[in-house]
Every structure is written in structure tokens, then in C-alpha cells.
């Protein structure tokens, strides 16, 4: 890929080129929309060109993305905001049109100990209102990392979030916490009947899928149907998973990854039965954050790719599956930005927009 980085003086106007580069035989075109917004972690439409953007230190904000006008709501939320933790997704109803209901993550102090939380609130007139917690998970723990989190809805209006391990290894195959796997919910936040787990004593009915390390990417892929989920690995390990109701994806007791402390590797080794295995490894670890499933046009030659952030290799992952799920392409936009890639969403004109942890949110055209 060829690419042409521009540099901008600061009193240009808003939403200019920094970037162009080729893929597919599209141009690209990169446009810096905002900057300066602290660490943007989750991002959602509520309006043809207005984004609701959660900020980790609990801040909501609304972002034109035609005019570059931006409003900081009233709305607070009292996050836990240690280390990862703090203001995370978030995401519109799927009856938005009607219910004005939008859905969001975040660290809460639960005894002194960050739980990840699911909340909801109700948006009119610009503002937040009637905020309202859904669930407050059995994820407390004393560290300060690993709580998930992307919130995701199938077409049967079931919603999706991820929790992380919690730094607590024993987590990710233990079915009464739900730390360490993929919650499925109903929109009031009641339990589905048909939950993998819900006759069983000995586990949280909520739990869809388990065994996760940091799933910090869930997508619900509309066109083949499916749960795509990116978890973080350790020293190398990161996985993109096709999440199945019920399955156990390995961790701890499986893993690519190695320990940060020696160079042996976690767990029993990569596979053993009864666990799944990933739908792509990166080694050396990337870092994956959040990702989609491209939708676009039908003759787009992006529809279908796997679009993935990296936070620690500073870059914009493509993956292009064959039709035996197999990567048969792999391509890193971004990389001469250098930015730590923390959101990635697809607009109503099939456009990508990305935000990054040094405050900035690009707009990536894909002609």
C-alpha cells in the first residue's frame, strides 16, 4: 500500500485530509474530525451526523461530525476510573427510533473493588436522562485491569457484553463469576430462557460464552450471522474468536500466549477438547481493541472484512476470511499515524470511524 501523510497547520478548517493510501484498488481518505477529547472509548449514532462519545474519565459527549461542534453533556456517571477502568461503550437500542434508549459500560465501585456494570439511559433533546443500571456483574476484584467491554445486539434484540478475567486467571473457567465470558441479555436485562446455563445451579444464567482472557471486541456480524469477538493475549495470544453459545474458549488452561515473567508458555498448551480454538492468532500480540465486521455495499470489496484496532502496534488491522473462515488476506492500515486505535464503528454511508487514546477521532472514506 502506498501511502501520502500530510502534515496541518492548526488554524486549517475542520475535518481536513491527513492521509490517502490504496487498498483494493479504493482510495482512501483519512480526515482528522476531533482532537483533544481525552481517551474516547466508546462511540454510537444517535442522529444522521451526531456522535455520542463516552470519554474513559465519565465524561458523555456529542459530536456533530458535519460542523465539528461538540457539547459535553450533563450527564455524569461515578466511575471507578483506575487504571483500565473508568467510562467505557456504548451503543444505541435497536429500537432506538422509538425507545430513545441507549446502552453503556463502566467500571463501578462495588466495596472498594471495580465490577463491570451495564447501564442504560434514556437521550432527548441532547441530553442523558433516567440513567439506570442494568446489571452490576460478579466481576469485583482488587486489580485494576481486564473488565471487558463492547455491548453488541443480535437481530432477535438480544444484547451482548464482554467481562474481562479481572487479572484473576482462575476466572475465565469459573461458570460463578462472571468475569472472564460474554454476557447475553434481554433489553430489560432480564436473563433469555434459552441461555446456555440457565437451568444449571452451579453458574451465572447470564453467561453465554466463557473462558476469555479481555474481550475489548464483540460484533454481531449481520451477514454471515454471527458473535465475532477479539480478546487480548498475553506476551502474544491475542485471538478473533467466532463466539458459540455455551462453548469454552480456553483461557487459562489454554493459551498462544506466553508468561510476561519467563519465556514458557500459559497454560496446558493450545489445544485441549472441549475448548475452541481461535479464528485467528496474532503473534506477536497487537493489542486488539475493538472491531467490526464491514457490512457496506454489496459490491464493496470490504464487505464481510474484519476491521480490528491496535492499540500497542498503532495501527488498523484488515482481515479478509475465505469461505471456509480461513484469513487469506491480512493488511495493517495507519501504521505512519502511530496512534493507539481504541474504537472503530462503520457509519450509514459505509464510512469507518476510529477513535484513539491521544484524544483524536478519524474518518476514514472508503471510495
Excluded: C
Excluded at 476531533?34 to 474513559?56: A, D, I, Q, R, Y
Excluded at 480456553?250 to 519465556?263: C, R, V
Amino acid at each position: 500500500m502506498k501511502f501520502v501523510l500530510f502534515l496541518l497547520s492548526p488554524f486549517l478548517l475542520y475535518a481536513q485530509t491527513v492521509l490517502n493510501f490504496q487498498s483494493e484498488n479504493r482510495q482512501i481518505e483519512v480526515k482528522k474530525l476531533f482532537s483533544n477529547l481525552g481517551v474516547p472509548w466508546g462511540m454510537t449514532f444517535v442522529g444522521n451526523k451526531e456522535l455520542l462519545v463516552t470519554l474513559k474519565e465519565g465524561t458523555f459527549v456529542l459530536l456533530d461530525t458535519q460542523s465539528g461542534t461538540k457539547k459535553v453533556l450533563k450527564a455524569r456517571i461515578d466511575v471507578l476510573l483506575n487504571g483500565q477502568g473508568g467510562l467505557l461503550d456504548i451503543q444505541t437500542s435497536p429500537n432506538f427510533k422509538n425507545d430513545r434508549t441507549v446502552y453503556f459500560t463502566y467500571v463501578k465501585s462495588v466495596d472498594n473493588q471495580g465490577a463491570t456494570t451495564l447501564a442504560k439511559a434514556r437521550f432527548e433533546s441532547g441530553e442523558l436522562h433516567d440513567m439506570q443500571d442494568i446489571v452490576v456483574t460478579q466481576s469485583q476484584s482488587d486489580t485494576s485491569r481486564h473488565f471487558g467491554s463492547r455491548i453488541t445486539f443480535d437481530e432477535q434484540e438480544h444484547l451482548f457484553f464482554g467481562v474481562g478475567d479481572r487479572g484473576v486467571r482462575s476466572n475465565g473457567q469459573d461458570l460463578l463469576t462472571h468475569a472472564g465470558s460474554i454476557l447475553r441479555l434481554n433489553l430489560d436485562g432480564s436473563v433469555p430462557k434459552d441461555n446456555p446455563f440457565v437451568k444449571e445451579n452451579r453458574a451465572r444464567p447470564e453467561i453465554y460464552s466463557y473462558g476469555h482472557r479481555n474481550p475489548q471486541g464483540l460484533y454481531f456480524d449481520k451477514i454471515n450471522q454471527r458473535l465475532i469477538e477479539g480478546e487480548h493475549g498475553p506476551r502474544g495470544g491475542d485471538e478473533v474468536n467466532i463466539i458459540q453459545k455455551g462453548a469454552n474458549y480456553g483461557w487459562a488452561t489454554i493459551s498462544y500466549g506466553k508468561e510476561y515473567w519467563n519465556p514458557l508458555p500459559v497454560g496446558e498448551g493450545t489445544h485441549k477438547k472441549g475448548m475452541e480454538q481461535p479464528l485467528k492468532v496474532y503473534i506477536p500480540s497487537i493489542a486488539p481493541s475493538s472491531l467490526i465486521v464491514y457490512q457496506g455495499e454489496m459490491n464493496s470489496p470490504f464487505r464481510g472484512n474484519i476491521f480490528q484496532g491496535a492499540l500497542k502496534l498503532t495501527h488498523l488491522n484488515r482481515l479478509v476470511l475465505d469461505d471456509k473462515d480461513n484469513v487469506i488476506t491480512k493488511e495493517r492500515w495507519l501504521e505512519d499515524m502511530h496512534e493507539r486505535i481504541r474504537n472503530v464503528i462503520e457509519d450509514n454511508s459505509g464510512n469507518l470511524l476510529i477513535s484513539t487514546d491521544s484524544g483524536n477521532i478519524y474518518q476514514l472514506i472508503l471510495k
